[in-house]
């Protein structure tokens, strides 16, 4: 009971192991002294672009007094999906709303996006910024301070030059 | 032939410089010529592992290590790393040959090392040193007896290991490098019959007067170089370990110390590889197109120079291996057993007939080695390209090795289907 086996009938030239291996050392070598081809983004010196619309760290934007522009709305824990924002809010004497506490678990967020779409005051904002690592859990939860203090640019939500994402 | 080792032999005599040293200098200088090689051999190593990482990487367009001191300190970041991991133990293994089987793979590597020329003897104020650890006069035999031990390291690791990939590694490697040892073995016949010896210096003196051994056994030569990779367990005939096949092969169960000393070993025996390639077939340290390193008076110029060749040579072949490795695919099992059997080993044997016919019809014309050198070595040298245009067209018709085709000819097929007619049974054979 032998197995039948299909033999394809193919010139010498595509089958020849002697050739097809000096083909492929050359090719090697090529690439072997190729200096400007190297492919390799050497990380941390050198960072590969990122898109504007990079959902990534987020940033709380300040007044020109240096106060978080968040009114305590609370639209943004609302429709965010993770629920991963804490907001209590406060009022002052003047009766303006401010936040008492303003929290974002980074490590529950799913950077959707949905609390710099619907923050009325456009204080909350997803940056373009991927780089945070903590050494525990706890430091992944940036309070109001930590998010007014990041510097990094904010997202832009669709690309200026192609508004509907053609 | 004679001639080749007596005009040397002669200049020696008469050259009061060249009486080798003996009593307390040679032991103490045999000691300092095993730490020297010992330290230089390891060393090597280390920087074989980062040289490969490098040619891979810049063959596959990326750059390499290049963090712990900009890639040259990666070798000591790896042992180091290799020194603090656990060593484990797994359950059911056998112990003592768990623990005996790096051991026993890395030191036939090295072991052969010490018959080994590596340059030029020096003349020194107690007499002539030369440079080589032990000059057995048995050399190139210790070294064959001494190489094919590396199996038992890979087949006792395999066993030992009680894991099935680990042992299917090492069968596989047991039966490979039964089979390649003997196309090795038989490879190296040439060399000896146009040398006469089986020493390694007088294999290079031979050379040195009749021409590189490359030109005059350019068949036997390939055929060596091919064996040492399947020796050497590399790409693309590195069945043993098959990374995609059998996680690791035979050393799928170790860790730390104990894999790397294969790792080591692996490297070892590709340096030793090299050296013989280019002791028994690119004259050693011979330096090229010269005649007056070959006799005295020596001086440490002139081995300081010949060491300088050496290494190149052998740092060639390494290049070699590794170019190798990461430009071809590993061989199918089949494909690899009929490599061996069914093309090596009939082409040396063939082969050695030959050489040993030409080589007889040469003397009886007359024409000496030693004295017509040039000439001795065209004739061989053009015999040998003759040889190989036979040989190619004869391979390159890609049944042998391709796995486009079966393994059988149409005419053997179409032989069995009229005997199976004959028998009057339907016809199925396999193509």
Known sequence: ?166 | MTGVHIVPALLQAIDPNNTPVSGGAFFWFTVLKMLVIFTIYMVGVAMLTLAERKISAWIQDRHGPNRVGKGWLQPAADGLKNFMKEETMPEGVNKPLFVLAPILSFLPALTAWCVIPFGAPIATRWGRVDLVVADLPVGFLFILAVSSLGVYGIVLAGWSSNNKYALLGGLRSSAQMVSYEISMGMSTIPVLLLAGNVTLNSIINQQAWGGWNVVNLTIAFFVFMVAAFAETNRLPFDLPEAESELIAGYHTEYSAMKFSLFFIAEYASMVTASALMATLFFGGWDVPFTAHDNIGPYSGWLSLLSIGIFLAKILFFLFLFMWVRWTLPRFRYDQLMSLGWKVLLPTILVYIVLIAAVMLGLSAAGIDQAEHGVMYCAILGSINVALIIILFAMLDRGRIISPAYGRMQPREIEKLRRLDRRRGAAPEVAG
């Open chain 1, 1 to 166: 009971m032998a197995i039948k086996v299909k033999v394809v009938e193919r010139p010498v030239e595509d089958v020849s192991y002697i050739r097809a291996t000096l083909r492929g050392m050359g090719l090697t070598v090529k690439h072997l002294f190729d200096v400007n081809g190297r492919v390799t983004t050497q990380y941390p010196e050198e960072k590969s672009p990122i898109s504007p619309r990079w959902r990534g760290t987020h940033r709380m934007l300040t007044t020109e007094t240096g106060k978080a522009k968040c009114v305590a709305c609370g639209l943004c824990p609302t429709v965010c999906p993770a629920n991963c924002i804490k907001l209590v809010p406060g009022e002052d004497e003047e009766g303006n709303r401010y936040p008492l506490v303003f929290e974002i678990d980074e490590f529950r967020c799913i950077f959707c996006g949905y609390c710099q779409e619907v923050c009325p005051e456009e204080a909350i904002h997803v940056g373009r910024h991927y780089e945070n690592s903590e050494y525990s859990r706890e430091g992944f939860v940036y309070d109001l301070q930590r998010l007014m203090d990041q510097t990094h640019p904010v997202c832009e939500m669709w690309d200026p030059e192609d508004p509907k994402g053609q």
